[in-house]
């Protein structure tokens, strides 16, 4: 892997318009992945699902050279229709649009920071990865005191210029404060067998109000990773939704500091998998003064030879007085050959805190569904009603009325 590794770069770095300064920069990077490699599971974060082996198995001879220079067309089939929204869009890890024609142009800058030191302090060979390899970064600000008219969605796609690929991308979000920004993220990816590696960095500051919702639906072959680092200030909300069911693979990491009184982070997500797929999600809320409020939700419904993690952990620190933890997974086994793992964690250094932690797991109820067809259902009918009652208690956490209905339609659930 290093030669392929040290290859691909020279090949991106002959065709860039990088500086030698910014190719060093890159380089070293690139040096730090190479000494970790892709994580296993001799590291405990990654003991559940260990994506190194996944690569080997999944995809023969990983390439990491995707050359940017080369403009994509964007196909419009992939837009979510009956829904008005600003666009990002990604075609390869290249950025081919950026459209906030719905907003107010000087409440918005778009910032390069490509040529800048943007590195990251924490301990992951992915994220040197990205560093490494990214093309563009651009920060999107949102000024002080603006909220988005229409959410902004990032289309997240591949064509077939790419197969067997490492694709990284990066963007960096700054929220002004009491501004407000709805997000999503749209995976819509028709190529198969890339490893797609996703970085985001948000700076929320004070009374900002930060919506994420992430959307994994349409069945494809594709690896996926994404990091989100999440900075609060004081009275800042940020809510996470995760609907993770299209990939082979996608494990989605969140970290989030809540470094102001008062701030708050809510983590809600759906695993809906099918057969043979491997879906993850780790987060860390640490909890770094006092009054401040976590609550995570997953629940996970598992198909044959699927496998779900979660590894939740809430930090509390000494300082941290009066914070409130929660977090809960539920699990249903569809098939005997399904699996699910969690991994709830407390660490409390306070007093006065109100944290706790659950987990469960099983099969449908054979009495429910016994119920359900003694009053005309079928079999099928009887457990697709009880699985949409299981999983629309997570999409009803979500707070954005618009956003909540799409997600409804794309999973396909009813009240």
Same mark, same amino acid.
């Not at 301990?123 to 229409?150: E, G, P, R, W």
């Not at 407000?180 to 985001?200: G, M």
């Not at 072959?221 to 909300?237: G, P």
């Given at each position: 892997?290093?030669?392929?590794?040290?290859s691909?770069?020279?090949?991106?770095?002959?065709?860039?318009?990088?500086?030698?300064?910014?190719? $060093?920069?890159k380089?070293? %990077?690139?040096?730090?992945?190479?000494? /970790?490699?892709?994580?296993?599971?001799?590291?405990?974060?990654?003991?559940?699902?260990? &994506?190194?082996?996944?690569?080997?198995?999944?995809?023969?001879?990983? @390439?990491?050279?995707?050359?940017?220079?080369?403009?994509?067309?964007?196909?419009?089939?992939?837009?979510?229709?009956?829904?008005? $929204?600003?666009?990002?869009?990604?075609?390869n +890890? /290249?950025?081919?649009?950026?459209?906030?024609?719905?907003?107010?142009?000087?409440?918005?800058?778009?910032?390069?920071?490509?040529k800048?030191?943007?590195? %990251?302090?924490?301990?992951?060979?992915?994220?040197?990865?990205?560093?490494?390899?990214?093309?563009?970064?651009?920060?999107? #600000?949102?000024?002080?005191?603006?909220?988005?008219?229409?959410?902004?969605?990032?289309?997240?796609?591949?064509?077939?210029k790419?197969?067997?690929?490492?694709?990284?991308?990066?963007?960096?979000?700054?929220?002004?404060?009491?501004?407000?920004?709805?997000?999503?993220? !749209?995976?819509?990816?028709?190529?198969?067998?890339?490893?797609?590696?996703?970085?985001?960095?948000?700076?929320?500051?004070?009374?900002? *109000?930060?919506?994420?919702?992430?959307?994994?639906?349409? /069945?494809?072959?594709?690896?996926?990773?994404s990091?989100?680092?999440?900075?609060?200030e004081?009275?800042?909300?940020?809510? @996470?939704?995760?609907?993770?069911?299209?990939?082979? !693979?996608?494990?989605?990491e969140i970290?989030?500091?809540?470094?102001?009184?008062?701030?708050?982070?809510?983590?809600?997500?759906?695993?809906?998998?099918?057969?043979?797929?491997?879906?993850? &999600?780790?987060?860390?809320?640490?909890?770094?003064?006092?009054? @401040?409020?976590?609550y995570?939700?997953?629940?996970?419904?598992?198909?044959?030879?699927?496998?779900?993690?979660?590894?939740?952990?809430?930090?509390?620190?000494?300082?941290?007085?009066?914070?409130?933890?929660?977090?809960?997974?539920?699990?249903? =086994? #569809?098939?005997?050959?399904?699996?699910?793992?969690?991994?709830?964690?407390?660490? *409390?250094?306070?007093?006065?805190?109100?944290?706790?932690?659950?987990?469960?797991?099983?099969?449908?109820?054979?009495?429910?569904?016994? !119920?359900?067809?003694?009053r005309?259902?079928?079999?099928?009918?009887?457990?697709?009603?009880?699985?949409? +009652?299981?999983? #629309?208690?997570?999409?009803?956490?979500?707070?954005?009325?618009?956003?909540?209905?799409?997600?409804?339609?794309?999973?396909? =659930?009813?009240?």
């Amino acid at each position: 892997m290093r030669e392929q590794l040290q290859s691909d770069f020279d090949k991106i770095v002959k065709i860039s318009k990088l500086s030698n300064e910014e190719i $060093h920069f890159k380089r070293n %990077f690139l040096n730090n992945f190479i000494k /970790r490699g892709f994580p296993n599971r001799k590291q405990e974060d990654w003991k559940f699902l260990d &994506i190194s082996q996944i690569i080997k198995k999944n995809i023969n001879d990983l @390439t990491f050279f995707n050359d940017y220079s080369q403009p994509n067309k964007i196909n419009p089939s992939i837009f979510v229709d009956g829904l008005e $929204h600003n666009k990002i869009i990604f075609i390869n +890890g /290249r950025i081919e649009k950026i459209d906030f024609n719905f907003e107010d142009q000087n409440k918005i800058e778009i910032i390069d920071e490509t040529k800048k030191d943007i590195s %990251f302090d924490y301990k992951n060979s992915l994220i040197d990865l990205n560093s490494a390899l990214t093309d563009k970064v651009f920060k999107i #600000l949102i000024k002080k005191n603006y909220t988005l008219k229409k959410p902004l969605i990032i289309y997240h796609s591949t064509n077939d210029k790419t197969k067997s690929t490492n694709i990284n991308l990066r963007l960096d979000f700054e929220l002004g404060e009491n501004s407000c920004l709805k997000l999503v993220d !749209y995976f819509a990816n028709n190529t198969e067998k890339n490893f797609i590696n996703i970085f985001y960095n948000f700076n929320l500051e004070k009374d900002s *109000i930060l919506k994420n919702y992430k959307v994994d639906k349409s /069945r494809n072959n594709n690896l996926r990773y994404s990091f989100n680092n999440i900075e609060q200030e004081n009275n800042s909300v940020s809510e @996470t939704f995760i609907l993770s069911a299209g990939s082979d !693979y996608f494990k989605n990491e969140i970290n989030c500091n809540l470094n102001g009184e008062y701030s708050s982070a809510f983590i809600n997500g759906i695993f809906s998998l099918k057969e043979n797929q491997q879906h993850e &999600i780790r987060t860390t809320i640490n909890h770094l003064v006092e009054n @401040t409020k976590s609550y995570q939700l997953i629940k996970s419904v598992l198909g044959k030879n699927s496998k779900s993690a979660y590894q939740g952990r809430i930090f509390v620190n000494s300082k941290a007085q009066k914070t409130d933890g929660y977090q809960l997974s539920k699990a249903i =086994l #569809l098939d005997e050959t399904s699996e699910f793992n969690a991994k709830p964690e407390l660490e *409390i250094y306070a007093d006065d805190v109100k944290c706790s932690h659950g987990s469960a797991s099983g099969s449908l109820d054979e009495n429910s569904i016994f !119920y359900l067809m003694s009053r005309g259902l079928n079999y099928q009918q009887s457990k697709e009603l009880l699985i949409n +009652g299981f999983l #629309l208690d997570v999409v009803e956490k979500i707070t954005d009325l618009e956003i909540k209905d799409l997600i409804k339609n794309i999973i396909g =659930l009813k009240k």
